[in-house]
Nanobody, 118 residues
Framework: QMQFVESGGGLVQAGGSLRLSCKSPRSITSTFNSHIVGWYRQGPGRQRELVADISRTGNTNYADSVKGRFTISRDNAKKSVYLQMNSLTTEDTADYYC?????????WGQGTQVTVSS
């Protein structure tokens, strides 16, 4: 079972950028590599949503709200997934998590908080 550890969040002004990192240190490499991994977020008063995902071979998908601004990438050898977020808006304020796609109920980490100020 995969466990994820997220980092890289913080406070940033609108228009700024952040790069989030997600590691799965306890996963067997082959297990990590066999999964599509996604970044999810949950904003204040909102349901958790999938914002981007990436396959082992690098195929990516993005939610319409982040297309053209966010870029997801992964390093299979490091069992890590990254999310480069540019042109941030206050609507991007949320706790960000990574998990497999489809998600595993018991794989959620603590998340990393992103706050975008106007």
């Amino acid at each position: 079972q995969m466990q994820f550890v997220e980092s890289g969040g913080g406070l940033v002004q609108a228009g700024g950028s952040l790069r989030l990192s997600c590691k799965s240190p306890r996963s067997i490499t082959s297990t990590f590599n066999s999964h599509i991994v996604g970044w999810y977020r949950q904003g204040p008063g909102r349901q958790r949503e999938l914002v981007a995902d990436i396959s082992r071979t690098g195929n990516t998908n993005y939610a319409d709200s982040v297309k053209g601004r966010f870029t997801i990438s992964r390093d299979n050898a490091k069992k890590s997934v990254y999310l480069q977020m540019n042109s941030l808006t206050t609507e991007d304020t949320a706790d960000y998590y990574c998990n497999a796609v489809p998600q595993y109920k018991d794989s959620w980490g603590q998340g990393t908080q992103v706050t975008v100020s106007s």
